[in-house]
């Protein structure tokens, strides 16, 4: 099994076949289809990872070309949601963004280019219903309209356009089956204007991935019974193409010259492959036998020399993710254009790609003041980290007809969000031509290098890129880089201070505050439980922390906890007892009431386990004279409120054999703190 970096390379791949004329093959009853020599020259193969998504979170499914070439629709799903939205990316894999936004538990599927390119079909599955519909949105993903309106059950997926764009093509289950069957697919059509639906082919069997031939004249399409076919439609009798054996064939992919398709088999070893064959299922042989697995929904560039695909690739020992894969002869699939040269006009512009991705991640454009050649290549950084800075891995060599300052070479940066390092953006980004830092340019400049060279632009986009625009009058090298930074942000927490008691509902505000270390990267967050100057959390009585925790914009990182406790708001005790260092003078086995406050009624279970206790002291001194003894509670409870003066009562049961002797009493509360009085016992 590949590993990520095996398949994002393009890894060449020796097999007799020109993906211009990819067929779909025969399945032979064993585990794969059998093979024959091709009838069409052949070559060595090269496949490259166009998504080349490095986590297991995203999954790309069902690719689909443009027209034009320029452009691949597909299926994004994230795995912990399970949503899925069509999106769509250049050729090149660049510039991948989503162009449908199904509302809550709806997933969409299946996308598919109009003949013209303006327009994306695809089905959006309402799982709760369960229904499906055939949808449409504009190319720039800017508005979505429904085309079909399915009954509860009712299913419209896979929608594909005719060649002249005024029909799709769609497999939809019949909702009362004939005798027999437990359920089946048939092909309708549906208008493009008007939404009305027709039927196509109705037969036996589940029927699937309908394929317009390119006259519009029939249709393809598999079943799980007896593999791919073509109808006539409407009302044609299916010729079978592609038969079942040892495994499944599906989605099927007509060549734009009409004589070859692409389908995929998945064997009885449950993996699947990419097979093409001549349209009347002979000359198939396998166009992916490489150590990915389950390869599958093949569709046919444009220009027929090539094939994108969805693919398996192993991200971790037990788990991996699905890309968009392109394959096709050597220099067939596009891949990041990391190069530019142009003998360019006064005033042209020469660029290697405006968008970025994770596998390019940078782009850079130049514009001359001057007529001359003009080259850019994109690479690695060759030099040393300058002072107070750390460079990121990107390098942009220039060469280009000198300008002037009053007239100089614009040049524009744009780097990829999965470059920047954590907390750096357009705003901190540092630029250096030629490993020297590249300064500002004054204000009031207009449009020359003042001074020269400087930045003149800074951009964060939506996607979190950073553009970077810098006039020069003579052009090289060129890095960026974060400032260097290994100190941890300094964290002063004020308010709650350490080891603090707090009144129960008592409001305190939080006090702190995070600092950066002087000419470091700056900081990048600072949250504590609550944000600075709103209430701690004093809801309810017991030990709490507050944290407050920091960054920087290098990833350094500071955390500081302080403990605090929430207790009652004990307003001491009361008449007949009086609050030490008064020692109260009581008869031995009489019932003495204890009486308190805790500022409102805060229930019968506020004492802690074991509370109150009493031991003897020295009536001179104070001092502890033995150990803890439970109280006696005088009547059944002991405990009591009572509301109108706010005032809690223990009774407590003397013994008459504290004659002459003094004890401490301890009311232990469920906060945590322990409240006292001394008493004396005497005649």
Same mark, same amino acid.
């Given at each position: 099994m590949f590993a990520e970096s095996e398949v994002s390379k393009s890894a060449r791949v020796g097999f007799s076949v020109a993906l211009a004329v990819v067929v779909v093959g025969l399945v032979a009853a064993t585990a794969a289809p059998a093979q024959s020599e091709p009838s069409f020259p052949g070559g060595p193969l090269e496949v490259t990872n166009l998504t080349n998504t490095p986590s297991l979170e995203a999954q790309e499914f069902t690719p689909s070309w443009s027209p034009d070439g320029e452009w691949i629709a597909y299926v994004r799903r994230s795995r912990s949601?399970?949503?899925?939205?069509?999106?769509?990316?250049? *050729?090149?894999?660049?510039?991948?963004?989503?162009?449908?936004?199904?509302?809550?538990?709806?997933?969409?599927?299946?996308?598919?280019? *109009?003949?013209?390119?303006s327009e994306i079909a695809f089905t959006r599955f309402d799982e709760g219903a369960p229904s499906a519909d055939v949808w449409v949105v504009d190319a720039e993903g800017t508005t979505e309209e429904q085309l079909t309106s399915a009954a509860a059950g009712r299913q419209y997926r896979e929608p594909a356009w005719s060649p002249d764009g005024t029909e799709l093509a769609v497999a939809s289950n019949v909702l009362s089956p004939p005798p027999g069957e437990d359920r089946r697919f048939d092909l309708l059509t549906i208008d493009r204007e008007t939404g009305s639906v027709s039927t196509a082919y109705q037969g036996p069997n589940d029927k699937f991935g309908p394929e317009w031939s390119l006259d519009g004249t029939a249709l393809f399409f598999y079943d799980f019974e007896t593999g791919i076919s073509s109808v006539p439609v409407p009302g044609g009798t299916p010729t079978s193409l592609i038969e079942e054996g040892g495994g499944i064939v599906d989605?099927?992919? +007509?060549?734009?010259?009409? @004589?070859?398709?692409?389908?995929?088999?998945?064997?009885?070893?449950?993996? *699947?492959?990419?097979?093409?064959?001549?349209s009347d299922g002979t000359d198939r042989v396998d166009?992916?036998?490489?150590?990915?697995?389950?390869?599958?929904?093949?569709d046919f560039a444009p220009d027929g020399d090539g094939l994108v695909y969805s693919g398996f690739v192993a991200i971790s020992p037990d788990d991996g993710g699905r890309d968009i894969f392109c394959v096709g002869e050597p220099g067939t699939c596009p891949g990041p254009k990391t190069a530019a040269t142009q003998d360019a006009a006064a005033g042209d512009t020469? *660029?290697?790609?405006?968008?970025?991705?994770a596998e390019d991640a940078v782009g850079a454009s130049v514009t001359t003041?001057? %007529?001359?050649?003009?080259? +850019?290549?994109?690479?690695?950084?060759?030099?040393?980290?300058?002072?107070?800075?750390? #460079? #990121?891995?990107?390098?942009? &060599? +220039?060469?280009?007809?000198?300008?002037?300052?009053?007239?100089?070479?614009? /040049?524009? =940066?744009? /780097?990829?969000?999965? %470059?920047?390092?954590s907390g750096t953006d357009a705003a901190t980004l540092a630029v250096f031509r030629n490993g020297s830092l590249v300064e500002e340019c004054?204000?009031?400049g207009g449009g020359s290098a003042d001074p020269d060279p400087c930045v003149a632009g800074r951009a964060n986009e939506v996607d979190g890129d950073a553009v970077i625009t810098v006039r020069t009058s003579a052009a090289s090298a060129w890095n960026f880089g974060a400032p260097s930074d290994s100190a941890a942000p300094e964290i002063t927490v004020t308010t709650p201070a350490e080891g603090a008691a707090y009144a129960l509902g008592q409001q305190v505000a939080a006090d702190y505050s995070c600092e950066d270390e002087e000419g470091g990267s700056g900081l990048a967050s600072c949250a504590g439980g609550v944000p600075d100057g709103q209430p701690i959390d004093t809801a309810s009585v017991g030990a709490k922390n507050f944290t407050v925790e920091a960054a920087d914009n290098a990833g350094n990182t500071a955390s500081v906890t302080h403990s605090y406790s929430v207790v009652y708001d004990f307003a001491g005790f009361f008449a007949p007892v009086d609050n030490p260092p008064a020692l109260n003078k009581f008869k031995p086995g009489e019932t003495v009431p204890v009486r308190f406050s805790l500022g409102g009624n805060r229930g019968l279970g506020i004492l802690a386990a074991g509370s109150p206790t009493s031991h003897r002291i020295d009536c001179l001194t104070g001092a502890r004279i033995g150990s803890d003894a439970p109280t006696?509670?005088?009547?059944? =409870?002991? #405990?009591?409120?009572?509301?109108t003066k706010d005032r809690y009562t223990y009774s407590w049961q003397t013994a008459k054999g504290w004659l &002459?002797?003094?004890?401490? =009493?301890?009311?232990?509360?469920?906060? @945590?703190?322990?409240? #006292? %009085?001394?008493l004396s016992f005497k005649r």
């Open positions: 949601t399970d949503s899925r939205s069509v999106w769509v990316m250049r *050729s090149d894999g660049t510039d991948q963004h989503r162009v449908s936004s199904p509302p809550g538990f709806l997933a969409d599927q299946y996308p598919d280019f *109009s003949p013209d390119g989605d099927p992919s +007509i060549s734009p010259d009409g @004589g070859h398709l692409a389908y995929e088999f998945y064997g009885d070893d449950n993996d *699947s492959d990419v097979f093409v064959a001549d166009v992916t036998p490489f150590e990915v697995t389950r390869e599958f929904q093949p020469v *660029s290697t790609n405006t968008a970025t991705s003041p001057n %007529a001359g050649a003009v080259t +850019i290549n994109e690479g690695g950084t060759t030099g040393y980290d300058p002072t107070g800075y750390s #460079l #990121l891995d990107q390098q942009v &060599n +220039i060469t280009a007809p000198d300008g002037t300052a009053a007239d100089p070479l614009l /040049l524009t =940066f744009r /780097l990829d969000s999965s %470059a920047l390092p004054y204000p009031g006696t509670p005088a009547g059944a =409870f002991g #405990l009591s409120y009572q509301a &002459n002797t003094c004890r401490q =009493f301890s009311l232990g509360l469920r906060d @945590g703190s322990e409240r #006292l %009085a001394n």
